[in-house]
């Protein structure tokens, strides 16, 4: 089992910066590719940056140049670095998580409202 918890969305300007964070806990071992997703409201839930276990990311073209994933294997946690943010980065961010034998895990997510 296991548990992603996501912190540190919030309210920020355009143009602004936040980060959030994914902290897993259980049986985190089991997880080797970790990311984010995001889902606006009335729209599907989107791939926006995943990073395999030795630090090796992806990046939705959109949020390219603006984003940037991380994860510290030590604190079993994944980050996301929001620089240069726009309204349309609006949604609720999910942490997800995979094991080597493609399970999935998914946080609860965290709001993050860019305002003009």
């Known amino acids: 089992q296991v548990q992603l918890v996501e912190s540190g969305g919030g309210l920020v300007q355009t143009g602004g910066s936040l980060r959030v964070s994914c902290a897993a806990s259980g049986r985190f071992f089991s997880i080797s590719a970790m990311g984010w997703y995001r889902q606006a409201p009335g729209k599907q839930r989107d791939l926006v940056a995943t990073i395999t276990y030795g630090g090796i990311p992806t990046y939705t073209d959109s949020v390219k140049g603006r984003f940037t994933i991380s994860r510290d294997n030590a604190k079993n946690t994944v980050y996301l670095q929001m620089n240069s943010l726009k309204p349309e980065d609006t949604a609720v961010y999910y942490c997800?998580?995979?094991?080597?034998?493609?399970?999935?895990?998914w946080g609860q997510g965290t709001q993050v409202t860019v305002s003009q």
């Open positions: 997800w998580g995979r094991s080597p034998f493609e399970d999935e895990y």
